[in-house]
């Protein structure tokens, strides 16, 4: 209970909005002064599966007073609040998104930014949003596939989170989960709420329902063929992005010094990420 209460109190900075969905949408918004006055476009952050606004710690920090950022969490994670009744699907997923854009945007246009599963909410936002995108970055995002839904070549079918480990969770088993990958390697402030986020129920509720909906199947050559913007890919210098090369206005940047899929939790590549980003932003209009 005492953790749970930690979870839903969050940093105290947070805002909210009640989407079209229901769902009520916890989010973190900085107007720097500066990206203001050079008319530079807002950059709202899409995290992966199973992860929090949280996070995006070391990127947030190296953004901090050089960019108008949001960083929000989808239902379910942090103190956002999963109220619709019908089931998780992408197209829900991706109308939050879009309801928290046309929320935070103002007059402004609109970089999204997504991280692994991210990536593909990310894409098929910015097909809906093509009047306000000026841009979008993929952060390690999965591999392109031929059609959507499909399963990459090589790789097993997701079969999602076991039942009877998100069962155990509710009955308050938190504490017995190992330490995470991430322990220690996010600032001190992050570290706190990401282990009290890792060991309550929620999140992994959260996590099963996306796993039932197939969320972490989302980017298909047919998705790609929508997206309107320059699109630019940070990923690990093994990473097949031959998918993504087909994207006219695709850029690369292959980076290295950490694992694959724990780009965010490496305080130099993150830092690299955020510095491409702000790059990308301050290439569109």
Known sequence: MARRKRVLAGRG?????????????????????AAGETGRPLIVFESGFLATMEHWAWVSEKLQGKESTVFYDRSGYGRSRHRTPLPVTPRTVVSDLVDLVRHTRGKRRVVLVG?????????????????V????????PPVVTAAPGAVPSGRPHDTGI?????????IGCGDLLPQPSWAGKLPEYSTRLCDDQYRDARLWQAGEREAAAGMGRGVHEGLLARV?????????????????RRLRLMTPHALDGFRPGRLLLSRHAAERAAEIISEANGRVR
Do not use: C, W
């Open 162 to 170: 076991p039942p009877l480990f998100v069962g155990s969770m509710r």
């Open 115 to 131: 991280h692994a599963m991210g990536a593909g909410i990310v894409l098929q936002a910015a097909a809906e949003l093509e009047d």
């Open 133 to 140: 995108i000026a841009g979008t970055v993929l952060l390690e």
């Open 228 to 244: 309107p913007s320059p699109t630019d890919v940070i990923a690990h210098h093994d990473a097949d992005l031959s998918g993504y």
């Open 13 to 33: 900075d947070e805002n909210f909005l009640v989407a079209r969905s229901g769902n009520a949408l916890s989010f973190r918004a900085t107007d720097t002064k």
